[in-house]
Structure formats: structure tokens, C-alpha cells
């Protein structure tokens, strides 16, 4: 493997000042040739950064015959600004992030990974007497955080599916990784959560004591983006080392702690239009301008 170069995230905040004032850097030639700048939004740091995809990238550039460059960030924010200087050219992301990004910076999909029995779930007590979504009108229901995909935009888009107004028919508490226990105090009378996380509750809990009232649908998945104006020949070449490698690669990210819940993922292929289910769910939240993060 190549030496690598270390992006840290003073950097990315240089960045975010540039994009402030006006500035953007166009990366040089030298920069460009054979070099992907890779950041991932859900990650702080430089060292958790290599220790998450520091086994994929030794695979990835294997594979690829291009060199990894890591660009550490501190958030969601300082990725978008990172990528709207152009001093990133790949960004992992999620898709409520991915929304505002392109709205941003114009950043297009390159692949993507569907993970396995990635929905929102809906659960109350079973001794609530609630059984459908449409009787949760005028009550609470605990969510984890705002913006989150699985565990506040989906249930939200769930509510609003089944006819109840998420934004004025019920009071949404956003909670954290409390949403659980919310509900075990009385606090709130359901629990709208990623079904992993749901799945792991009642693995710790007294399941009988739980009912399910609906999953929603797959949700759309995590993806890999390339910044306006990225080189097509980088692309696809990431499109065609994913294809033919998404074992061996997605082997390497499993090594990651944090990226277990990649465990029997599948390439799939989108387009930006994919993400209008996601857009269509800040709708269900209230939110019509998509070039801001939740929770900002």
C-alpha cells in the first residue's frame, strides 16, 4: 500500500472558514492525480477515522490502484463545508446527510450500501391498548435523535402515512438513547426507533411486555458521494472496485467497530431521485429547506 497522507480536521475547519468568506480551493493537478480525499460523516476524529477504515482502505486502494487520503471532520457540517471547498472528493454518508449535502454542495451519488433490516419501528406497551398507529393521536411518543433517519425522520414518515400529522396530532419527544426507557417510566405511551436498536431493547428486556405496532418500509441507504465536478474517471473506477470487490471490501469495514451494522449489507445502485423519499420525510417533519442539518 502507498504511504498515505493524513488530512486532519484543523484543515476541515480552514475549510469551513474558506467556504465562509467566499473562498473555495481547487485542488492541483498533483492533488487530483490518482488521490481520493475520503470523510466520513458520522466520525470524529482522525483516529477513530483510521481505526473504523483503516482495513478498507489497505483493500480499497489494493483493489483500485487509487491512493486513500483520509480527511478527518469533526461533524456533518464540516464535511459539507469540506466538500463544497473542494478539499474532499469523497464523503460515506448517510441519507437524511446526503439531502443536505447535495443540496449544498451538489454532490451526486457514487454507490451505495443497503443494510440489512434498515427500517423504523413503532412500539408501545403491550398493556397500552394501542394497536395502530392512527390511535397514537394526541399522545407522546419518544424518538432518538433529530435527524436521524431510522429513529425520528422514518417514524415520522410513518405517522404521517398511517394520517396522523407528526408536527401537530401527537407531541414528539426527541430523547436519545433514552427512547426506551421513556416508555418503561410512562413517560410516553410509544416508541418510534430504528428496528435494530428496537430489536436490541427487547433482546434486553421482557419482550412479552412490548408490542410491535408496525415497521415501516427499507429505508434508503448509506452512500458513498463524490463532490461537483469529481474527475468520471475516479468514479468509475470507486463504481467498478465496489462492483467487483464488495466482499472483499465490505470484509475490510466490518474490521470497524463502529460499522457493524453493515454486517450482510448489499450494493445497490441509486440515483439522486432515490433520496426524494427522504426529502418527502423532513417534509413530514415540517421542514421544506433541505440545505440545513436537524439539530444544528
Request: aromatic share 6%; hydrophobic share 40%; glycine share 10%.
Amino acid at each position: 500500500m502507498s504511504g498515505r497522507r493524513i488530512v486532519t480536521g484543523a484543515v476541515a475547519l480552514l475549510s469551513a472558514a474558506a467556504v465562509a468568506v467566499g473562498c473555495s480551493s481547487q485542488p492541483s493537478e498533483e492533488e487530483q492525480a490518482g488521490t481520493v480525499r475520503f470523510a466520513v460523516t458520522d466520525l470524529q476524529g482522525l483516529e477513530e477515522l483510521q481505526r473504523e477504515y483503516g482495513a478498507f482502505e489497505t483493500v480499497f486502494e489494493e483493489t483500485s490502484g487509487l491512493d486513500v487520503e483520509f480527511f478527518a471532520v469533526n461533524d456533518r457540517t464540516a464535511a459539507a463545508a469540506a466538500m463544497q471547498a473542494d478539499r474532499v472528493d469523497v464523503v460515506f454518508t448517510g441519507p437524511a446527510e446526503y439531502v443536505v449535502i447535495h443540496e449544498r454542495t451538489g454532490a451526486e451519488p457514487i454507490v451505495a450500501i443497503e443494510r440489512d433490516g434498515y427500517h423504523s419501528c413503532i412500539y408501545t406497551r403491550a398493556d397500552s391498548g394501542i394497536s395502530s398507529l392512527d390511535q397514537l393521536r394526541g399522545k407522546k411518543i419518544a424518538m432518538s435523535d433529530v435527524g436521524s433517519t431510522s429513529g425520528h425522520l422514518g417514524p415520522s414518515q410513518m405517522l404521517k402515512d398511517a394520517g396522523v400529522e407528526p408536527t401537530t396530532e401527537l407531541e414528539v419527544l426527541t430523547v436519545g438513547d433514552a427512547v426506551h426507557e421513556a416508555l418503561k417510566r410512562g413517560d410516553v405511551d410509544a416508541v418510534g426507533i430504528g428496528c435494530h436498536d428496537y430489536e436490541e431493547f427487547m433482546a434486553a428486556d421482557d419482550a412479552g411486555r412490548y408490542l410491535l405496532i408496525e415497521e415501516g418500509p427499507i429505508l434508503p441507504p448509506d452512500l458513498l458521494v463524490g463532490r461537483k465536478g469529481l474527475d468520471p474517471e475516479t468514479v468509475a473506477t470507486i463504481q467498478t472496485t465496489f462492483e467487483e470487490h464488495f466482499d472483499e471490501l465490505l470484509t475490510a469495514m466490518l474490521e470497524g467497530k463502529d460499522n457493524a451494522k453493515y454486517a450482510n449489507a448489499k450494493l445497490v445502485e441509486v440515483t439522486d431521485q432515490d433520496y426524494d423519499r427522504v426529502r418527502s420525510m423532513y417534509q413530514a417533519v415540517g421542514v421544506n429547506d433541505f440545505s440545513q442539518f436537524l439539530g444544528d
